[in-house]
């Protein structure tokens, strides 16, 4: 982040003398919403706001068919894309149309839902809480796995008259997935195929940088974060996007910056839309997912937020200490797709995960693959959705 820094600066301070605006190009979908990307790219969208039983609103969206159908079927497959931590829709479609899984679906035939989890840019509102309030942001894993998955899935399936549906989650959207399904069977129901991009249950062997907030107590981290927002998309991130990661001369210290977070593979990445991905995300989550997500890390295991005392913990859980989720009770026929230079789903975690698929229906490693592959990745269509797309086709037609 500092190089991005440095370099901001010293476009404000040259700028105007070296003429840089001339070799920059910014693309649109920098600067649009989800709703404005899917639009600009042709295809129709719906949006719709779902309430969870907490009183959260989700604002989901919907690319009902692809450009080359003149009106929607009420039969169509359904696929719900859910998006990883810090991250929002828009990682489905900010890449060309031939390279977002998106839009890809939506040409193939399949009515597409794309979801947000509380808190980020695109679901930041509740029935009776302020996002300014410290109540708000009191949520984890627990809550988007109990509170949002269900709700959002429940109300597509109502939405669309489907009893099933596909389910796709990258990193985080398959952590609360995991977590939904082995513990609420009639939601698990719901699910054709639960197909798993970079998978985390556990983060013991994670080298991501942001592994260094674990050796940090709590009262460390809101000191240095609050006990709000995390990582919120600010005016300094879309002016980095769109003034700096636009310029050839910066293309390789912004896509290091990426790199830092997910592993290397720069052959992959579409480097003129470097200003996309970064305006886009990060979209922020709670402070307290994180402090989850650093508990999951310290204790090598997925199990509820321990809230600091047993007393605390004895209130929510009936027991002193959180309760471990076990997965090995989730049925839901899975797909997994894993990465071998993945630093955050790192493959010594994803060799523990293995075992506790109780109906793995497939898995493939892709050993050059980092952790944005499976959504940024310039070969994305041809390593994974192609075959996602295939055994959609053989569940339907078997």
């Known amino acids: 982040m500092w190089q991005l820094l440095a370099a901001a600066c010293w476009i404000l301070l040259l700028g105007p003398i070296c003429g840089c605006k001339k070799g920059s190009i910014t693309n649109p979908e920098a600067n649009m919403n989800v709703s404005q990307i899917i639009s600009y790219w042709g295809y129709p969208w719906e949006k719709y706001d779902v309430v969870t039983q907490d009183g959260y609103i989700l604002g989901i969206y919907r690319i009902p068919h692809g450009k080359g159908y003149q ?10 894309l859910q998006h990883g931590v810090i991250a929002s829709a828009t990682d489905w479609i900010c890449n060309l149309p031939n390279n977002s899984l998106a839009f890809l679906l939506a ?16 679901s930041r509102k509740h029935l009776k809480l302020s996002p300014k309030s410290s109540e708000y942001w009191a949520f984890g894993l627990d809550e988007l796995a109990k ?3 269900p709700a959002t899935i429940n109300f597509i399936t109502e939405k669309t ?6 389910y796709v989650g990258h990193s985080q959207g398959t952590t609360i ?3 939904a399904f082995s513990i609420n069977p009639e939601l698990a129901k719901r699910i ?5 991009l970079a998978p985390v249950i556990t983060a013991k062997y994670s080298q991501n940088p942001m592994k ?3 050796t940090l107590s709590r009262k460390a981290v809101k000191v240095l974060f609050g006990d709000k927002m995390f990582h919120p998309r600010t005016f300094l991130d879309q002016f980095i996007a769109t003034k700096v990661c636009n310029q050839k ?8 910056f990426l790199f830092s977070l997910a592993g290397f593979d720069a052959k992959n990445l579409n480097m003129s839309r470097l200003d996309v991905y970064f305006s886009q995300s990060p979209a922020g989550t709670s402070v307290q997912n994180m402090l989850h997500w650093a508990q999951v890390v310290n204790s090598g295991q997925l199990q509820a937020f321990d809230w600091g005392n047993p007393d605390q913990n004895i209130l929510r859980f009936h027991q002193p200490t959180p309760p471990l989720y076990d997965i090995t009770k989730m049925e839901v026929p899975t797909a997994m797709w894993s990465g071998g230079q993945d630093i955050v789903a790192d493959p010594r975690d994803i060799e523990i995960l293995l075992p506790k698929i109780a109906n793995l229906i497939y898995y493939k490693v892709i050993p050059y693959y980092n952790h944005v592959d499976f959504y940024l990745g310039l070969d994305a269509p041809q390593e994974i959705y192609q075959d996602m797309i295939r055994l959609m086709k053989e569940c339907s037609n078997g």
């Open 71 to 80: 009106r929607k079927s009420d039969h169509k497959p359904v696929v719900y």
């Open 192 to 196: 054709k195929i639960f197909f798993a």
């Open 147 to 149: 509170y949002d998955l």
């Open 107 to 122: 040409d193939s035939g399949y009515d597409v839902w794309l979801g947000n989890s509380r808190g980020n840019t695109w």
């Open 177 to 179: 997935a995991f977590i």
């Open 249 to 256: 001369l910066f293309h390789r210290a912004c896509s290091n």
């Open 161 to 166: 008259g489907q009893k099933q549906l596909y």
């Open 212 to 214: 260094k907030l674990t």
